[in-house]
């Protein structure tokens, strides 16, 4: 096990690096001047304009500003903003919020889909199941902003003027503490807690057929025991593996989701930084997003072997 994940991190520095490249060459390609963008709609003082040119070495050759970037980057540096802020006191500022709103997302898609879709294969045919078809398909076709603005009129403007509830806030307020993260959360996992739903449904469908669980239910063991000991445990294999990748993209895709509910989160940060052409604040939190990723899938891989015995690393 210790071998796999030594190899496992050895592995991950080309992909950091091609990652990071990529972004890199996407950034400092894009169309714009970085330096006029922080004028605004003004002209930039040329003076200025090359000084600043100068100090982040924005005049190098493209190659050779990456090398002064990844450099900083195994340095633990990411770098500073134009502004003169440094990218790691910016994004340190905004993950917290996006941390806590993934992994309530998190939770929330796991819960709730692996129990939509366990009622759903044990109740296949009936009532229960084709809610959980029709709900899930509702859901995945609609787009997340809309999805967004709905359930912030419906609970969080509706509800309290018709009714008097007032437990969803409208817009994110720190002080609200959990409960600020709920209603956010929700429309962030909404599609995938569809997806992980239909999921669980097939594999678990899938795996109650299997000769395994048949001998099982021929020695007479209880249905409880046989799908929480036995089958779940194995259709439980891809709905870990679609958690695991969803859990980097909860946190690169919270954009929309931060930007409805005026949260200043790293994809509030993100997109501004995009529209500034601030590159180094984008590489940056792609970075620190890809090295997430890579660990998370990492964990995955570990976690096949405590649900399938048979799966070996060495």
Same mark, same amino acid.
């Given at each position: ?11 991950? &520095? ?6 990071? /490249?990529?972004? +890199? ?14 004028? =605004? ?13 100068? %100090? +982040? ?15 900083? !980057? ?16 910016? &994004? ?13 997302? $998190? ?16 109740? %296949?045919? %009936? ?30 403007? %509706? ?7 007032? $437990? ?5 307020? #720190? #002080? ?9 959360? $929700? ?31 021929? *020695? =007479?063991? *209880? ?18 593996? $679609? ?11 919270? @954009? &929309? ?16 930084? !995009?529209?500034? *052409? ?7 939190? @792609? ?5 997430? +990723? ?5 964990? !995955?891989?570990?976690? +096949?072997?405590? /649900? ?5 690393? #060495?």
């Amino acid at each position: 096990m210790g071998r796999y994940v030594i190899r496992r991190l050895i592995q991950a &520095i080309p992909v950091l690096l091609g990652a990071t /490249l990529l972004i +890199y060459a996407l950034v400092h390609y894009l169309p714009g001047d970085p330096v006029q963008a922080l004028a =605004g709609e003004k002209r930039a003082d040329p003076l200025v304009a090359e000084m600043i040119r100068q %100090k +982040y070495h924005l005049n190098d050759p493209f190659l050779l500003q990456y090398w002064n970037y990844i450099s900083g !980057v195994f340095k633990g540096d990411l770098g500073e903003s134009l502004t003169g802020r440094s990218v790691t006191d910016m &994004i340190s500022e905004a993950f917290p919020y996006t941390v806590n709103l993934a992994l309530v997302a $998190f939770i929330m898609e796991a819960v709730i889909g692996v129990l939509a879709g366990v009622m759903a294969a044990l109740r %296949k045919g %009936k009532f229960i199941d084709q809610l959980v078809l029709i709900s899930t398909l509702f859901v995945i076709s609609i787009p997340v902003f809309v999805t967004g603005f709905v359930l912030q009129l419906v609970l969080g403007v %509706k509800l309290k003027t018709d009714y008097g509830v007032d $437990f969803f806030p409208v817009s994110f307020n #720190e #002080e609200d503490g959990l409960r600020a993260y709920l209603l956010p959360a $929700f429309v962030l996992a909404s599609t995938s807690l569809a997806y992980v739903a239909r999921l669980t449904r097939t594999s678990l469908m899938e795996t109650m057929r299997a000769d395994y669980v048949r001998t099982a239910v021929a *020695k =007479g063991l *209880k249905r409880r025991r046989v799908i929480g000991r036995h089958a779940l445990r194995n259709a439980l294999i891809p709905i870990v593996t $679609f958690l695991g990748a969803d859990l980097g993209g909860l946190m690169g895709g919270a @954009v &929309i989701t931060e930007k409805i509910f005026n949260m200043h989160g790293i994809g509030g940060l993100l997109a501004q930084s !995009v529209y500034q *052409k601030q590159g180094t604040v984008i590489v940056g939190m @792609v970075t620190l997003l890809v090295m997430i +990723y890579l660990i998370t899938t990492l964990l !995955v891989d570990l976690l +096949y072997a405590v /649900l399938d015995p048979r799966i070996r690393y #060495e």
